[in-house]
Every structure is written in C-alpha cells, then in structure tokens.
C-alpha cells in the first residue's frame, strides 16, 4: 500500500470523510531533510460532519490522532484544510 492510500484508509476509518483529496507533494522536496529520512509531503482537503463544533486545532488533532504513527514515520510535511460539509 502506498502513502496517499495510507493516509486515505486510516481518515476514512476514524473521520468518514463526505470528501477527502490526498495530494502527494513528495517530489517536490527532494533533497530536504524530511526527505532525506524517508517522510512524505502531503496536502490533504477534508470534509466531515465529525468537524462539527470543533475549532481549528481540535480538527487537526483528530486528524494527527487518525494518522497514530504514521505522522512519526511516513509523513514529514502534511498542509491540512478541514472543513464541515456547511463549510464547504
């Protein structure tokens, strides 16, 4: 399995996204020491009603929280937009 369907099983599993677009940026930092040690760089839009009554940093914890080790290991860079369906 490759990162960005990694990324996407555990979102989907924990968050059930209505819309979740994964963009490898990846090969855009070669070179760099994320890269270097192996991380990837990933964009990621993401539309939940579990975003519901949860402010910015909350939703990116619950997202940190989705991902568990793989922010440790396989994600060096990740550029989170979090929206609720409204919000979108």
Do not use: C, W
């Not at 990694?6 to 994964?22: F, H, W, Y």
């Not at 192996?38 to 940093?57: L, S």
């Amino acid at each position: 399995m490759n990162r960005v369907e990694m990324i996407r099983e555990k979102l989907t599993a924990s968050l059930s996204p209505d819309s979740l677009e994964i963009i490898d940026r990846s090969q855009e930092h070669a070179g760099h020491e994320g890269a270097k040690a192996g991380g990837g760089h990933f964009d990621i839009i993401i539309v939940t009603e579990v975003f519901n009554d949860m402010n910015t940093v909350q939703r990116h914890r619950a997202i940190y929280d989705a991902l568990g080790d793989a922010m440790k290991s396989e994600i060096h860079a990740l550029s989170i937009r979090a929206y609720t369906p409204e919000e979108f």
